[in-house]
């Protein structure tokens, strides 16, 4: 690893976003609060220096960043009696916003917070205890719903122990599994309604749950006896194949160009693109978290921090290339290559030093004039001096390393934004584009809308309208007009940019949400 984190206590959870690293710790057990339960430290990335640290009379159980960013929660389980003044305390979710780490929400749950996750667009946060779901909105701090996934499982005895969404931020999916492993389920939901669309259960527990990346297929993984990934066709959630190894989580990076894959003692990262081209494996590391250009484990209290920003590079190479600017793309891979060759010629340096370094220690071999006792003590100071040579070499060489690494981040900066400028070329004006209203979902106060060119779907998505205007904002349907821009992505499929439906008679806007492109890429 290129830093690590020691901690002195048990890590109950991480979380990671292009900014900062979060690692709850927990010093206590959950029933007795003799002594302070736990804390949660959060790092910068890159330099990994702590900024700040947070309290906690309870244990923290789950740590998460909102997608964008904005906000951080924290979900704290029951202590059953206050260490200070042998009171209960009540459980809460803390929100902090991540621009000044102030404290700017508290949610009473009132249960074991094991699970939080915001929803893709930032507006809900889904709160967890194990057994059901409650899910509150952000922009209002209340709770809008409290779903009873016990009543929806088919058995009652099972813990929740996955919250995560389709790639389109459409569908809700929940992993649960019974406390002895030998079985599993998984319940999809529909975004806005949370009305269930799919369950099925496994033979064995539910530990990993993957989209494939054109957002046709679920992958589920299954323990117990089974041991294997089950692929089922979103839709008619048919079952695909069924493939048994000994992965048993995958989780995809890049726009879906990588994906990182935990295994027995072992972490790989695997080239979508190149039919699971094997590109890195690092044993005796469990991945819990990473960004773009890192990959976080963790192992006997240990952070470890590992460099993927080369793996970065080569895809944002290829993001460039693909949208049809090769000059950019091809002084991207020269300057990369001047980093490379530069790291490489300094490492043979402290190489060649080493090297003499432990030459001039002298030789194993017994002289015929020395006494025991002295070939004895030559050899004590000559091993010492070579430990020291080494130790020199190895500090040095981890120098390089972080260097090469600030080098090859300075340089994704710089080319980050050339292609948010490469691809603004692209981005025009919406012209042709039509929009139509699906049923209101009233609880979350949205219309689902289909948005078509000359009748074929380009787009699905979510318009919030409150409901006091909901009514007449459908009924004037045929006086809606889509504004705002369309642009390339780094995929080359097409996206929305600051795109609203307006209302031709009110003269109001209301912005679309949640833009999934469902037409052809570029």
């Keep these: 690893p290129l830093y690590t984190i020691p901690t002195n206590n048990k890590i109950s959870a991480t979380a990671l976003n292009d900014k900062y690293f979060a690692v709850a710790t927990n010093y206590g057990h959950i029933k007795y609060c003799k002594q302070k339960n736990g804390d949660v430290k959060i790092y910068k990335t890159g330099s990994w220096n702590e900024i700040l640290m947070i309290d906690s009379d309870h244990i923290a159980l789950d740590v998460n960043f909102s997608p964008d960013g904005n906000y951080f929660a924290i979900g704290t389980g029951r202590c059953e009696i206050?260490?200070?003044?042998?009171?209960?305390?009540?459980?809460?979710?803390?929100?902090y916003e991540t621009a000044t780490w102030k404290e700017v929400m508290t949610l009473e749950t009132g249960k074991s917070n094991e699970l939080v996750s915001f929803s893709p667009d930032n507006r809900f946060l889904f709160v967890s205890d194990g057994k059901d779901i409650a899910i509150f909105d952000t922009t209002t701090n209340t709770k809008l719903k409290d779903m009873d996934v016990i009543s929806d499982s088919s058995y009652g005895s099972r813990e929740i122990a996955i919250i995560s969404f389709s790639p389109d931020g459409r569908h809700l999916v929940i992993g649960a599994s019974e406390p002895s492993n030998m079985s599993g389920e998984v319940l999809i939901y529909k975004y806005g309604t949370w009305q269930k669309i799919w369950q099925n259960?496994?033979?064995?527990?539910?530990?990993?749950?993957?989209?494939?990346?054109?957002?046709?297929?679920?992958?589920?993984?299954?323990?117990?006896?089974?041991?294997?990934?089950?692929?089922?066709?979103?839709?008619?959630?048919?079952?695909?194949?069924?493939?048994?190894?000994?992965?048993?989580?995958?989780?995809?990076?890049?726009?879906?160009?990588?994906?990182?894959?935990?295994?027995?003692?072992?972490?790989?990262?695997?080239?979508?693109?190149?039919?699971?081209?094997?590109?890195?494996?690092?044993?005796?590391?469990?991945?819990?978290?990473?960004?773009?250009?890192?990959?976080?484990?963790?192992?006997?209290?240990?952070?470890?921090?590992?460099?993927?920003?080369?793996l970065y590079l080569y895809y944002l190479k290829q993001a460039i290339n693909h949208i049809g600017f090769n000059n950019q793309s091809d002084a991207l891979a020269v300057s990369a290559q001047e980093i490379e060759t530069d790291f490489q010629n300094r490492l043979k340096v402290i190489q060649t030093e080493q090297t003499d370094g432990i030459a001039k220690q002298g030789s194993t071999k017994k002289d015929e004039f020395e006494t025991e006792a002295e070939y004895k003590s030559r050899m004590s100071t000559r091993d010492s001096k070579i430990k020291e040579i080494n130790q020199t070499y190895e500090d040095k060489r981890l120098t390089l390393r972080r260097e090469r690494t600030s080098k090859r981040i300075a340089l994704i900066d710089e080319y980050e934004k050339i292609l948010d400028e490469l691809l603004a070329k692209t981005r025009k004006p919406i012209t042709d584009l039509t929009v139509s209203l699906g049923d209101y979902i009233a609880d979350a106060e949205i219309f689902p809308v289909s948005i078509t060119e000359n009748g074929a779907e380009f787009f699905t998505a979510t318009v919030r309208v409150p409901r006091d205007e909901a009514k007449g904002f459908k009924g004037r349907s045929d006086k809606l007009q889509l504004t705002g821009d369309t642009q390339l992505d780094r995929t080359g499929k097409i996206k929305l940019i600051n795109s609203a439906i307006k209302d031709l008679e009110t003269g109001k806007e209301y912005p679309v949400t949640n833009p999934t492109f469902t037409g052809l890429t570029f």
């Design 201 to 310: 259960r496994f033979l064995g527990a539910v530990s990993s749950i993957n989209f494939s990346a054109d957002n046709k297929y679920l992958n589920i993984r299954i323990g117990g006896f089974q041991q294997e990934w089950q692929t089922f066709r979103l839709g008619d959630f048919q079952l695909e194949k069924k493939e048994k190894n000994d992965i048993y989580s995958i989780r995809s990076i890049f726009d879906n160009h990588y994906s990182v894959r935990n295994g027995d003692r072992r972490s790989e990262i695997v080239d979508e693109k190149s039919h699971g081209r094997l590109v890195q494996k690092i044993d005796n590391f469990f991945t819990a978290a990473f960004n773009k250009q890192w990959l976080i484990g963790y192992r006997n209290n240990k952070i470890n921090c590992l460099g993927i920003e080369h």
């Design 82 to 95: 206050s260490y200070s003044a042998g009171n209960r305390i009540p459980d809460k979710v803390h929100i």
